[in-house]
């Protein structure tokens, strides 16, 4: 964060709900393109405050890019803050953060508001706080600071979600469908949702925040947003639709409607059952290995669970046939990831030919006339995304969202099932490193097994084994450019799958041949399987 960015001028829009606390904001009407004084005295009291609170926070997006200025999207009071009282209001805002460096960075100096409308791709944020005359001493760990000027002058703002009244409150929301400003509130049909539900906020936070109530039920609420129907929620509901009971049907959701006739509804948060007691398939591929134990009947039984809900997914979602042209773009993207990381990382440039025949070998298949099935897919899967439950152990398959870091049209894009596939073969690798497993037969058992479960269901990801080795490899060298810039400690792990798939000619042979050496790692255990 540069030292200017605290006196960087806030602009704001329409979407502001009124509210004893803002009772000087005005509801905005959706034909408004100019702020009040009193939206954009809002946004100019917290600017200071946010451009040193976000950046710190694991979900922020933009690290190591100076802020420039905010937008204010929307503002909704879901609980007004009465002065003098010790109850505490809720704030909830959706604000736009711009950077230097971002596609959309606009030259100018640095206290010229911004145009009322945004047409960038600068992210998108939602932020819950909490207001109160002083903060009490159980919440100092969540102060953001306490403005000065605006309508929130002298009070103290903190993040809301760690405050159990807030907390309650948001969930009392989510029970009761309806309407309050831009905020949207939606309860599933027959979904039963108790009052009086304990709050917990989950601490090991990773690109969204998670709170868990009375072990019943969980909410995830979406940090960085963007219009359109988030895959968590429009996967999950699909599923539930065709009876797949592998993943949790969402309970109730909120979305906001920014204002403007073509803006799509953001999808806020999602509740669903939370499953109490289960162990997710990291933490349990990690006891394993620290006893030595075998884990091939619970990888066969979660390649069986991972194959029911691609194959319910197809039932629910169209699919499409990925012909010449589209196995050659995916075969070019692949080969232009692989490219850069190459140029980034000096240890993988030795192999980028042979892995880049993988890609090319995807190519010809398709110029031959050879196609493949795409579908939407998990996206994201590792063993961390797999929660085996605690009442009949079964799997189940959780966080649909795919990678948070892709536009969201991207992961709503059909693409082959091979690709989750890969995913969790790749986490397996990283599951024997962790763990220390010798000779690399712990994550070859591991890997087959997951296929033949997989089989059992749908086809032998193994049949076609030039998508899937195109498929690792390109994770592969995913992770490695990962490892370089963030763990370096880590770069072995990767670079172990980079040789075997480079010196194999098919990834039919990689499946059941040794996975990863034991390769030493010195830094942190990643906590869910997966690189990011």
Known sequence: MSDAAPSHRGTTRRGTTPGPLLSSVRAASA?????????????????????????????????????????????TELLPHVPGTTAPGLLHLLVRAHQTGSPTARPGPLDAPAPAVHTGT????????????????HLAGTLIGRPSGGPLHGRTVYEGLADPRLAALLLERMRTPGRLGPLRFTREEGAVIPAGLAPRLLTAEQSNSSVIYGETYILKLFRRVCPGTNPDLELPRALAARGCNRVPPPAAWFEAEPPGP??????????????????????????ALAVRADFTASARALGHATAEVHGALAEA?????????????????????????????????????????????????????????????HGDLHLGQALRTAEDGRWALIDFEGEPARPLAERCRPQPAARDVAGMLRSFDYAAAVGRASGGTWAARARAAFCEGYATVRGDPREDPEL?????????????????????????????????????????????????????????????????
């Open 262 to 287: 073509d803006t799509d509804a953001m999808t806020l948060g999602v509740l669903q059952p939370y499953l109490p007691g289960s162990a997710d398939g990291w933490q349990l591929a990690l006891s």
């Open 317 to 377: 979602l169209p699919t499409v046939v990925l012909r010449r042209p589209q196995l050659e773009h995916l075969a070019a993207a692949m080969t232009r990831r692989l490219d850069a990381a190459a140029d980034a990382v000096p240890a993988l440039r030795p192999y980028r030919a042979a892995l880049r025949a993988a890609y090319d070998e995807l190519a010809a298949l398709g110029r031959a006339g050879r196609t493949w099935h795409a579908q939407r897919i």
């Open 31 to 75: 034909n408004a393109a100019q702020p009040t004084d009193a939206e954009a005295g809002l946004l100019s009291s917290l600017v200071p405050l946010l451009a040193e609170w976000l950046p710190r926070q694991r979900w922020f997006a933009g690290k190591g890019r100076p802020i420039t200025g905010f937008t204010l999207v929307t503002a």
């Open 122 to 137: 600068d992210d998108c944020y939602q932020l819950l706080l909490g207001v109160q005359d002083v903060l009490p001493p």
């Open 468 to 532: 899937l080795r195109a498929h690792e490899t390109d994770k592969a060298v995913y992770e490695v450019l990962y490892e370089a810039r963030h763990r370096p400690d880590w770069l072995p792990v990767p670079m172990a799958a980079i040789r075997r798939l480079a010196d194999s000619p098919a990834a039919g042979e990689a499946v059941p041949r040794a996975a990863v050496a034991d390769e030493g790692v010195t830094g942190p255990v990643p906590g869910n399987g997966a690189p990011a």
